[in-house]
């Protein structure tokens, strides 16, 4: 099994610059999960999907960000404009079918740089 | 709604010292409680889960961790440290609610000096 797969591993661009990561959940997975971890806030929930269905967005932190999940396999994640602030490690976690006695898995993150 | 708390966000021991790191939890239903590790540059890994069977969980890498639900605790305890256990652990909770999202602490770095 090939885990969760976020892409690209690292991103570094300029202010002003759209920005647009990539996450393919476990094979099976239904629920998948955006997170974003800065030193100053830990780690944030962002948004998350049920069955490719936007479940709540709320910690969507403005309305640069923007989410979407076309089918059960791919997920994006959209920030534009970026801004310096958006710099963070951004995760990509997926779930099985289930109670909440099963756990998320991670994806290795996409570091994101914007100067 | 459910919340977690680490005490220390920064625990340091010797290699072959016992590992302490703290959490306890708030929840109006029973909880389910993980604790997750993040090496450097790496995504977070599941070390154990405790989902109401034992209340002693053993997990990976020789990490184990008791629910205490008098004390709405759940401890991450390894008997003899390693450098190699030197990261980041996450204690969070779950509920049967919703769509059962987790609620993460702030993290402890465990520093491991030899």
């Known amino acids: ?20 990561l990539r ?36 910690g969507m932190p403005e309305d640069r960000f923007s ?20 710099s963070a490690v951004y995760f990509c976690a997926s779930k099985v ?5 099963n756990e998320q898995f991670f994806g290795p993150g996409t570091r994101l740089t914007v100067l | 709604a459910q919340s977690v708390t680490q005490l220390g966000s920064h625990v340091s021991v010797s290699e072959g010292a016992l590992v302490l790191l703290r959490c306890n939890y708030s929840s109006s239903v029973p909880p389910y409680l993980f604790w997750y590790v993040q090496y450097p540059n790496q995504g977070l890994q599941l070390l154990l889960k405790y ?5 002693l969980v053993k997990g990976i890498n020789g ?3 008791e629910f205490k ?20 652990y996450f204690c969070a909770v779950s509920v049967d609610s919703g769509y059962s999202t987790l609620t993460f602490g702030k993290g402890t770095m465990l520093l491991v000096s030899p």
């Open chain 1, 1 to 20: 099994d090939a885990g969760v797969i976020q892409s690209p591993r690292h991103e570094v661009t300029e202010m002003g610059q759209e920005v647009t």
């Open chain 1, 23 to 58: 996450c393919k959940p476990i094979s099976g997975h239904n629920s998948l999960f955006w997170y974003r971890q800065t030193m100053m806030r830990g780690l944030e929930l962002l948004i998350y999907f049920n069955n490719n269905v936007p479940i709540d967005d709320s």
């Open chain 1, 67 to 86: 989410a979407k999940m076309p089918n059960a396999s791919f997920s994006t994640l959209k920030i534009q404009p970026s801004e310096p602030r958006d």
């Open chain 1, 97 to 101: 079918p289930g109670g909440g006695y």
């Open chain 2, 51 to 55: 989902t109401s069977a034992a209340t």
């Open chain 2, 63 to 65: 990490f184990e961790a």
């Open chain 2, 69 to 88: 639900k008098s004390e709405t605790s759940f401890h991450l305890t390894k008997p003899s440290a390693h450098m190699s256990d030197a990261a980041e």
